[in-house]
Structures are given as C-alpha cells and as structure tokens.
C-alpha cells in the first residue's frame, strides 16, 4: 500500500472541498476519537492545547513518567522551546526561550512554587515531578493570571493533592527506578481514597544519587577528570490532601514537606576532597565540600462553588503558605542561609457575558520576605509586596474565536536594611493580550497572540551587593553605580537613574495540522522588551572596589597592591545589572508520523536568537539550535524507540562568553506492558541514554566546562496505577 506524509493528507484534504463538505461531521468526529484532550488547570477558562491562542503544551501519563527526572529543568530539557539551566542536575531550571530566572514562574497548582531557585543557579527547585499528574507550559508572557515574574512563561505542575471531586473509590499509583551513571535509587507512590463526603490523598518519594560520571574532560582548572565531584543527591517528602464534597463545590486543604541535601558543584570547593564521601559517612567535618541542607513546608487550602450567585458560574479561591530555608554548609557548619516566607492568594469567578462571550475576573495577592545571612549574603533581606486584578474574556464553539486580558499590579519592593541608596521601589505593571484562533478546516488551526506584558525587577536585580560565589562574580543590583574614586580603585555609588519596567511586545503565529494519528505543530515568535535587565562584566574585579573609604590606611594598601603587589586572582570579576533594549524571535516545530500500523516518527526542532536593539551584541547563554527525531516501533505488548538530539555549535555569543561545540545524544528505550498485570497498567523499561557517551557542553550552563551532561546511562525501572 502507498504510504503519504500527514502534510500530503492536509493538502489532499484541502484540495477535496466537496469530500470535505460531505464529511465533515465524520472528520470532526475521528479528530476528536484520536486526540486526547487535556484541560489546562493554568487557565481558569477551561482552554486545551488546541483551543488556546497562546502556545501552550502538557506533559502527562506515561510521556512524564518517561521524560522525569531530579529537577524541573532536566525533566523539561527535551521539550520544544525549552532548555535547562543545568546546574550539574542537582539545581537545574527550566529556560523558555531563552528567558530564565526571575521572567519564568514555576507554579504547584496554580500558585508560586516559593522558592529561591530564580535568584541564583545552584539553588535548586522544590516541585517534583515524580508524584505530580500533569506538567503545562505556557510559552511567552503569561503576566494576565500569574504577574510580572511570567513575562517570559509558566511552568505549572499540576498534582491530586486536592481533589475536587470523588475518585470513585481508591485509585493510586507506584514506581522506581535505578540508574547506572550516578548509582540513582528513586521510588515513589501515591493513593487517593473516598472516604463518605471527603476525597483523602497520600503520596511519598525518596531519591538518592551520588557524583555522576561524564566522559574524560579537562576542566577549568586543568584537571582531567570523568566524575562530577560533590554533585550528590539526597531528597524525600511528602503530601498529605483531605477534601470535602458538596453540592455545589468543595473544600481542601493540604500539608506538604521537602526535605533535600545535595552537592554544590564548581564554587567555593575544596580541592583534592570528594564531598559525597563524607556526606554519605554523615562526616561533614574540615575536608567536605559545600553542600545545600533544604527544607520546605508548605500548606495550601483550595475551595470553589458552582454559580454561588447570580452571573457567576464559578467561584474559586486558592490560597499557600510556604516556609522555606536552605543552608549551604562548609566544614561542617553553615556558611549562608537562605529563607522565604511567602503567603499567595487567587480569588477567581469565571461569569458568562453573552451566549458566545465566556470570562474570568479575579484578585492576585502576594507577599514574600527573603533573607540572606551568612558569607554569600549578596542580597539583603527584603520584602516584596504584590496585588493584581485581572480580566480575562473569550469566545468558543465557533470558526473564529477572540481571547482578549488585561492585568493591573501594584509590585512594592522594600529592603529595609540597605544603607547605600534607596530602601524601596514602587511599580505598577500593567499587561494586556490579544489571541485569535482560526479553525480553517477539521485538519488545521491557525492561532496568532499580541501580549504587552510588564515586569518589575526582583528584589536580587535591584539590591544585589556581593560576592556571588556560583556563578563566580561579584553583582551589583540596579540600585548601585561604579565610580572611579582613585586610580584603580572604585567605589559603590546610589544609582541616580531611575528603574524603569522591563516591558515585552510579544508576538506568536502559529499552526496546528491534525490528521487522524498525524500532527504538525509550528510556532514563531518575535519579542521585542524594553528595559531588559541583564548582568553586564564591568571589567573590573572585586579587589578594585572601596568599601571603606573612611579607613585611610585601607585605601593606601590597596593603591599599593594595585602599583604591581595586588593579585586579581584572589577577586572576582565584578558584574552590574543594567537596562537595555533587546530582541528575542525564534521557532519551535514538533511533530508525530504514523509511518505504519507498527512504525511511528516523533521530531522537533527549536531555536532562539537574542540581542541588543543599540550594538547588536549577543544576549549571555542562549541556548542554541536543535534538532531530534525518535523511532517508535511496537508490538503487542511491547514498544522500542531509537532517538538522536543534535546541539548546534553556538557561536553567537555575549562578551566574556566562550562558544560551545555542537554535540548529539543518542538515546534508546525497550517498554514492556506484562499482560498478567494489566490491571495494574504495569510498564517495566530499560532505557539507555547517550548511548555514544559523547562529551557534550550546555552553553546555558554557569558550569558550562565544569559540568558537562552525563554520560552513558543505563536505567531500569517500573511504574503502575492501581
């Protein structure tokens, strides 16, 4: 039988007007037989992956549990538009498009994750992906619900921690796995239970890793070496839901703990010491290296009504508390610690305008007080203050459907303790959207987004004031200038320019073709932002600066040192955020091909450039071009896949910024589904990953030739619903 492409069937299907007309109700109906369609619980509206103007994805089943990994951000590597920090994988956060840190929020049901993992690299994340039922990501400013700290997208794990309706009696879920490039030993389980009018809900995981093996590299520090030292894992926790049941809505609330330690890889390490040893011989004494102690505790309480009055269909109210430390300890005691106490609460009614016009309004409140203390104290404690209203409207059912939002926030950001220019930043934020999408036929959808979206820097871009030991540099936030006092040394200065809201004109076009069990996504996207806060090399090192210029003779040692006796080994180079205007555009195209009953082809590809509007020059660490492609070819009870992901060489890089290599990833995987268990939706796998062991550099990395990505890996694991 002759085999066609799905873009062949599109354009079969187009140019067959008449076959269309007379089968169309037929086509939309196998359309939707062949498409699982997933709900977006980042949106009060109700949208899907299809429905939305704004590109959005969902990684759930069996796809996650094949794709989780330790953090968010190795979890989401593979994902179109998406890279990873990639902090040795002990503290990697996800990247969309070539935005991180402070621009991409990472929520847990809708609400802030509460961390500090968008202030610095090695701070490591507190979602977990192993327990969780869905991830969604919503690419490009997603300000309208979220805030501010959304202009550049949202990653929303989405879990059952309360449910909002029963169960149907007990259902849960189980799994483990065992890796050979670390040593990894991972399990996890959970079951949620009806229990009368209330829904209960446990689940639990525990991990532990050691330093991971890479091929043979040399380091920055000239050392030949296939282990990633100090780069150990050790984390548990768990939740615990109750939900009560009503007619007309529900009431829940929930306790969740994480508790983790892990290695801090590539700063402020003692030489010649292995510091997973002595973790693993609980000895933290003189010789172990640094490592990061975490807690969190975190209570969440949900409640909704179905139409609780009239011209609102639906009241929601989501509200958490989190506690959060982390320590970095050295020498068996902590050098710095880390705290955010944060309290966040959604008001939503979702109301109907007219018979084709469906909304939402709401409040979004948000208070947070960060504290540093310790020797990598570079930012002092602050509180951050946040209340947002939002409008959202849209149309649906028809051809052509309209998303229209708006966002209005009051950000305060106030640090009490600064001694050196102002204690508090005022803004007001205001972001606004426009989508359309276009059901042109039951096999492709057109989709376009207009978003102005506004952000005020954080409290770490604006305060920053220290030395910043993993990414080895020493920040100065927007508050602060560098002024020449003497030859060779400078001093800190208030900053007499005014901090102006980075604001984002973002446009995407895209389109969706669906054909039976063939798909074709494509998105391009073009961001202009004004006032981009980024981090600029000064040129000078930390040994050049003044701190006390009313201590003369301090300042006449250093004149000297700087007169041939001063080593700016012993500094580090300074950095300063600045504002400037830059461009960001790109594309992000994936695909599936039934290429026969037993044969499928999974591809995509992606790709991000960035730079100045004024000098053209290129924006820090941004991720380069990529192209993959994955055989699948199952039978029966069993399926084998055959995958390879191609890095081009990046080459447009920032000042002071190395380009990194291309490289591949050859990737393998053999599931088996025993049919004995099928009850249980058991699957079992083997799974091999780069296959080649290829020495590959992350160009996203702080510890880009530190670091590399793993090497050789082999895994076996099992998973299962009960």
Known sequence: MMKYSPIALVVAQLLAPAAYAQDENKDEQHQHENTEVIVINASPLARTELNSAQPVSVISGDELREKQAHTLGETL???????????????????????????????????????????????????????????????????????????????????????????????????????????????????????????????????????????????????????????????????????????????????????????????????????????????????????????????????????????????????????????????????????????????????????????????????????????????????????????????????????????????????????????????DPLSASFGVTYQWHPAVMFNANYSFAQRAPSANEIFANGAHLATQTYELGLNYAVHEEAEHLYDIEPNERKIELETSHSLDLGAHFETGDHHLNINLFVNRVNNFVYESFTGLNSVDLAFDHADEEHEEEHEGEHEGEHDHDEGLPVVQYNQEDVVLFGYEIDGRWQLAPNWRLDAFSDYTRAYAVDNNANLPRIPSQRIGAEFTYNEGNWESSLGYVWYAEQNRVAVNEERTPSYGLLNAQFNWFPQSFSRYNLSLYVKGENLTDKLGYVHTSFLKYDAPVAGRNFSIGLRGEF
């Open 77 to 427: 590597a593979h994902e179109p538009g998406i890279n990873s920090t990639h902090f040795a994988r002990v503290a990697s956060s996800p990247i969309i498009r070539g935005l991180d840190g402070p621009r991409v929020k990472v929520t847990q049901n809708g609400l802030d994750s509460a961390d500090v993992s968008r202030g610095s690299p090695d701070h490591a994340g507190t979602t977990e992906t192993s327990v969780a039922q869905q991830i969604e990501i919503l690419r490009g400013p997603a300000t309208l619900l979220y805030g501010s700290g959304a202009i550049g997208g949202v990653v929303n794990v989405v879990d059952e921690r309360i449910a909002q309706e029963h169960v149907g009696g007990t259902r849960g879920f189980f799994g483990g796995n065992l890796a050979s490039v670390d040593d990894l030993r991972d399990v996890n389980a959970g079951v949620s239970t009806d229990i009368g009018n209330t829904v209960l809900h446990v689940d639990g995981f525990a991990r532990s890793s050691d330093d991971y093996q890479v091929p043979s590299f040399t380091n920055d520090e000239g050392e030949t070496t296939d282990t990633i030292e100090n780069s150990f894992v050790d984390a548990q926790g768990g939740t615990l839901g109750l939900s009560y049941l009503f007619d007309g809505g529900y009431l829940g609330a929930s306790y969740a703990r994480l508790d983790q330690e892990y290695g801090i890889p590539g700063h402020h390490a003692h030489e010649d010491e292995h510091a997973e040893e002595a973790h693993d011989a609980d000895l933290h004494g003189d010789d172990a290296g640094p490592f990061a102690d975490l807690q969190q505790d975190r209570w969440q309480l949900h409640a909704g009504l179905e139409s609780p009055w009239q011209g609102v269909e639906q009241l929601t109210v989501r509200y958490a508390y989190t506690d959060y430390q982390h320590q970095e300890i050295e020498d068996a005691a902590p050098s710095t610690t880390f705290t955010n106490e944060q309290h966040e609460l959604r008001v939503t009614a979702n109301h109907q305008l007219t018979d084709q016009w469906y909304g939402a309004f709401g409040y979004h409140g948000f208070l947070q007080e960060q504290a540093a203390f310790g020797e990598e104290a570079y930012t002092p404690a602050s509180e951050t203050d946040r209340h947002g209203l939002f409008w959202l409207i849209e149309t649906r059912e028809n051809n052509l459907n309209y998303q229209l939002g708006v966002r209005y926030e009051n950000v305060s950001i106030n640090a009490p303790s600064v001694e050196l220019g102002r204690q508090q930043h005022d803004f």
